[in-house]
């Protein structure tokens, strides 16, 4: 059982627009910035959104982030193949002094 | 550029204490910005943090993991290791060693090594 809350699995076509939730509680996603974890086909997970909507260098402004309350989502904007794969949220949680996850949603591009 | 490299048994029986080692390349971890971390997958689930540890010897752990998980740094390999105690099947899982960057309430996991598959069986 995951601190924050993930729908198991989205889906979409290529070109279309994708948003994965995330749900957690006033001691993480309520008082701490939301990341956001890309991991591809046996791969180790590669950040892909911090302080909640910020980008790395190097990843594709077609991802976006946004929080509100104790709540997050990412949104892919024109959904290619390559978007295919397991998508994590995180937050610092306060009453853990640590890190915690939600269970991942698996993207499955159509 | 970072890199993480994991290292250690792939096969652990149960009861007995898996250990792993992260090879620190790129960086020092000596660095006072990142807290050295361990996170697991299970096979086919998700994400699970076990904790941290600071240079200074200082370490934090998840609290279902804390009676059994003992985190440390060796400076002069610049290496930190990971040792869990009384292993059982739920332990088998793909383990990665990653840098929590900290900076102004940003806790973000920007490096990560490649992981390495750690099986619990007799």
């Known amino acids: 059982q995951s601190v924050l809350t993930q729908p198991p699995s989205t889906s979409g076509t290529p070109g279309q627009r994708v948003t994965i939730s995330c749900s957690g509680s006033?001691?993480?996603?309520?008082?701490?910035?939301v990341y956001w974890y890309q991991q591809l086909p046996g791969t180790a997970p590669k950040l892909l959104i911090y302080?909640?909507?910020l980008r790395p260098s190097g990843v594709p402004d077609r991802f976006s982030g946004s929080k509100s309350g104790t709540s997050a989502s990412l949104a892919i904007s024109g959904l290619r193949s390559e978007d295919e794969a397991d998508y994590y949220c995180?937050?610092?949680?306060?009453?853990?002094?640590?890190?915690?996850f939600g269970g991942g949603t698996k993207l499955t591009v159509l | 550029q970072v890199q993480l490299q994991e290292s250690g048994p792939g096969l652990v029986k149960p009861s007995e204490t898996l250990s792993l080692t992260c090879t620190v390349s790129?960086?020092?971890?000596?660095?006072?910005?990142?807290?050295w971390s361990w996170i697991r997958q299970p096979p086919g689930k998700g994400l699970e943090w076990i904790g941290y540890?600071?240079?200074?010897?200082?370490?934090n752990y998840n609290p279902s993991l804390k009676s059994r998980v003992t985190m440390s740094v060796d400076t002069s390999k610049n290496q930190f290791s990971l040792k869990l105690s009384s292993v059982t099947a739920a332990d088998t899982a793909v383990y990665y060693c990653?840098?929590?960057?900290?900076?102004?309430?940003?806790?973000?996991?920007?490096?990560w090594g490649q992981g390495t598959l750690v099986t619990v069986s007799s």
């Open positions: 006033s001691s993480n996603i309520g008082s701490n910035y």
């Open positions: 990653a840098i929590l960057r900290y900076s102004d309430y940003d806790y973000r996991l920007d490096y």
């Open positions: 995180a937050a610092w949680d306060d009453s853990l002094s640590g890190v915690v």
């Open positions: 302080r909640s909507n």
């Open positions: 540890t600071y240079y200074s010897g200082s370490t």
């Open positions: 790129g960086g020092s971890v000596s660095s006072g910005s990142y807290y």
